[in-house]
């Protein structure tokens, strides 16, 4: 359309929306999931299930072979307590063994008069084990086979070397623990 020259269109009102604010849309009805999801779901959630108690049965096995699961054999927790022992004496000195060993032994070494504490304190042990064998369990005592080499220096004597030896246990509070008392001899 063409106007006449200095007349301008009309100009057009805005129209006022109808129903302002407009209508919110009514709620779609909820989805319902697809079987197929369901299914999904279950399988996904059966999956996490039997990867946690795969879990767990390898965590139990691992530690049952280390001797310190609940399901170890007494033997392989004697095994666990000598060695543990013997590398505590070779790392940590005679205090430190003591502390794991039996309670009598344990009031034996607190018996000690002070010099022989310092005599122990300043000794030093070289441990290897090669072989814990013919462990035989009898109740809450034990003894074990130990081969391998044990060598004590204490300052101003002669190094003292053991190739072998029979180690006694106790059973105490459910572990067992290195236990010299019980052989009679220190």
Known sequence: MTYPPGAEPPQQQPQPPTGYPPPLPADPPP???????????????????L?????????????????KGPLASDEKRIEVAIN??????????FPAAAAMACAADRAEFDALPEERKQEFESATVAVTIDKIENIVVDGESA???ILGTL???????APDTDTSTTEHLKKEDG???????ISGKN
């Open 31 to 49: 989805r319902q999931p697809s079987k197929r999801s369901k299914v999904v779901l279950i399988v996904g959630l059966v999956t996490v299930v």
């Open 51 to 67: 990867l946690a108690l795969a879990g767990v049965a390898v965590l139990v096995a691992v530690l049952t072979t280390q001797g």
């Open 84 to 93: 543990d022992f013997y590398d505590t004496l070779e790392a940590k000195g």
């Open 143 to 145: 003894t074990a086979h």
């Open 151 to 157: 060598t004590l220096e204490v300052p101003g004597r």
């Open 175 to 181: 572990k067992w623990k290195v236990c010299s008392a």
